[in-house]
């Protein structure tokens, strides 16, 4: 049974991306979760067992294999199922292992933004007390990897995901828009013309990419960058900042 239940956010994946009260935490719990994704995505483990050793923690490390999503279920259907199986197997591993005291789980970029693992801790029963540790977002990484501001001067700032962006097109009344979670480079669906961008991949870490300039022109180097990229490490972590070109140097 989970009682304490601490999310502590880890950035893009940089020891450096986790904060002072994040290393605390991770040397105060009692038992720390970690998810494997499968041989093609070793390095994320990998790159999680460097911040667990990092922080100096003695906690116990547990392992569960993470599920793979149901294609054949609509969008939604399967994202439900997927995070009560994921649930499912944190609760499993825990329980298995007879744990008493706090755990802790690493979340990439940020616990509230644009992740479900709040969501999927709710699903455990009893419901554990959360703790939220916050990190550097991949919001914060990319801007401060490509030295800019997030928002023009006074100017609104839109998140979004790359399915929202295929489905619906460019943010009615969005200045500047920030996309994350896009595996599909889906700013290709928009009209480039008038559009600057800021991409970065590996943020952070001795992996990073970084490509910006008008869309129209560094789209299809990102597209190779990209490719070329996912191959090599067999995974991505990738975001990126758009604006329309007359305000991309405001």
Not at 62 to 88: G, S
Request: hydrophobic share 45%.
């Amino acid at each position: 049974m989970i009682t304490n239940l601490w999310l502590i956010g880890i950035g893009t994946g940089s020891e450096s991306h986790v904060t002072l009260e994040g290393r605390q935490a991770l040397r105060e719990a009692a038992t720390i979760l970690l998810p494997l994704k499968g041989e093609d995505k070793d390095d994320l483990a990998k790159l999680r067992q460097r911040i667990i050793a990092s922080s100096g923690t003695n906690a116990q490390v547990l392992t569960f294999e993470y599920p793979v999503r149901d294609l054949a279920l609509p969008y939604l259907a399967r994202v439900n199922a997927w995070h009560d199986e994921i649930a499912r197997r944190w609760q499993l591993a825990l329980d298995a292992a007879g744990v008493h005291g706090p755990t802790a789980l690493l979340v990439w970029g940020d616990p509230a933004l644009y992740d479900s693992t709040i969501r999927i801790a709710q699903r455990l029963s009893p419901a554990p007390r959360l703790r939220v540790i916050p990190g550097i977002t991949a919001v914060q990484a990319l801007t401060a990897a490509h030295a800019i501001p997030l928002n023009t001067v006074n100017g609104p700032v839109t998140i979004t995901t790359g399915r929202r962006l295929r489905d619906e097109g460019w943010p009615e009344g969005a200045e500047t828009l920030v996309v994350l979670l896009d595996g599909e480079t889906s700013f290709t669906h928009l009209d480039l013309a008038d559009l600057y961008i800021w991409w970065g991949a590996y943020l952070g870490s001795p992996e990073q990419i970084l490509i910006e300039g008008p869309a129209a022109e560094v789209s299809q180097q990102i597209i190779e960058s990209r490719a070329a990229a996912r191959t090599q490490h067999g995974w991505i972590m990738d975001s990126y900042l758009l604006r329309r070109v007359g305000m991309a140097g405001e």
